[in-house]
């Protein structure tokens, strides 16, 4: 079984790292980095310069996984073929497409242009490299940044640049830069319960980030972005950075005649995470329309991810020997935001579909848990 994963985000590493070598399987990940990137992270990269990437060759020994670093153009699933950006063409028995999200600027006329985003690395360095430019010696123009987005990335990312700032302005005797976090929905953290969101808006507060709720994005320039309220009133904020992170969709390179997507241009899938219609195509992580228990999709997280990755391994697994297939169950182990230095707040899953809210240091060790737990999952 000649199989193609496309990909090495959390859902097609998790997929990749779940194989053992075995005769009936082929397997080829193609990925475009020689590392895998903890996007999860990159506010801390974008702030502090934190490394956030590990070298896949080391994680995929002793799985039968062969690495062919090379970016993929399309994906053809009636004619079973994967053209790369390079001019190749590469065939499959079986696919799993993991190629994660791009940004979506919602046609908001020049934010494509003039935004900058967080999805790579690359991105981070852009970010990190404005900020130590703006405390240098000698600089001229405007300092402020302008974040879109008041989800979990806008967040962590505009109190990592807080406290990023402080620590530069303490250093070299400049005052620290402006932060305006711009939403256009009537709160921050909607995936946050009141009590927790209320503890986030406060610790922005205190970093004096500029919230401005209910500010919808209208335009962005080079040097400023227009935002409306509610009622209509518009006004010009002056900015020397701006970053969007106010929304995604998925990769819009996956053709096929019986193909089906839902919102944000999704792949809908089958209860084993299969494209409907076409039955050796599994579409994991962001790309893929998968539905919880309840009939809802579900949310695109990198524990999500993760845990279609590893149970699709699993799958694929399964598929060579000719044995059935598992369905996928989703489960939430809980959602925490970090909220700069050793701050965080959050709530993990407890028995019976309870709760339990944690704030502060606490908070902090439980995210960072996650992220161990990530880590170990894919040695």
Request: glycine content about 10%.
């Amino acid at each position: 079984m000649k199989t193609l994963i496309l990909g090495a985000g959390y859902a097609g590493l998790a997929a990749a790292t779940k194989l053992k070598p075995i005769p009936e399987m082929e397997t080829l990940l193609v990925e475009q980095n020689a590392f895998h990137t903890f996007e999860t992270r990159l506010h801390e990269a974008a702030a502090h310069n934190t490394p956030v990437t590990l070298p896949l060759t080391p994680l995929l020994r002793g799985t039968g996984v062969h690495l062919e670093q090379a970016s993929v153009e399309s994906v053809n699933l009636d004619e079973k073929e994967v053209q790369l950006k390079d001019g190749r063409v590469l065939t499959y028995d079986t696919l799993v497409v993991g190629l994660g999200s791009v940004t979506n600027f919602y046609r908001i006329p020049g934010l494509a242009e003039n935004a900058a985003e967080l999805k790579q690395l690359s991105d981070a360095d852009d970010i990190f490299n404005f900020v130590n430019r703006v405390y240098a010696d000698g600089y001229q123009g405007n300092r402020d940044i302008v974040v879109g987005g008041a989800g979990l990335t806008g967040v962590e990312l505009v109190t990592e640049l807080a406290q990023r700032a402080e620590q530069l302005s303490k250093e070299r005797g400049v005052p620290p830069f402006k932060i305006h976090l711009v939403e256009a929905g009537p709160k921050i953290l909607p995936v946050l319960d009141d009590a927790l969101r209320a503890k986030a808006q406060k610790t922005l507060e205190e970093y004096g980030i500029n919230i401005l709720i209910g500010h919808r994005l209208m335009q962005a320039t080079a040097d400023s972005v227009t935002v409306q309220t509610q009622d209509g009133e518009q006004k010009v904020i002056p900015a020397g950075k701006i970053i969007w992170t106010g929304g995604i969709q998925a990769r819009d390179i996956v053709k096929g005649e019986k193909l089906e997507k839902g919102p944000g241009g999704r792949v809908a899938v089958d209860a084993e995470l299969r494209a409907k219609n076409y039955p050796d195509v599994f579409v994991i992580g962001d790309m893929g329309l998968a539905l919880n228990q309840e009939g809802k999709p579900v949310p695109t997280t990198a524990q999500h991810a993760g845990q279609q990755g590893r149970l699709t391994g699993k799958n694929l697994m399964r598929l060579a020997k000719g044995e059935e297939l598992t369905p996928y169950e989703p489960t939430s182990l809980g959602e925490f935001v970090s909220l700069g230095g050793l701050m965080a707040v959050g709530w993990m899953k407890l028995p019976w579909n309870q709760k339990l809210a944690i704030t502060g240091g606490l908070a902090h060790v439980m995210k960072r848990a996650s992220e161990w737990r990530w880590r170990v999952s894919i040695d």
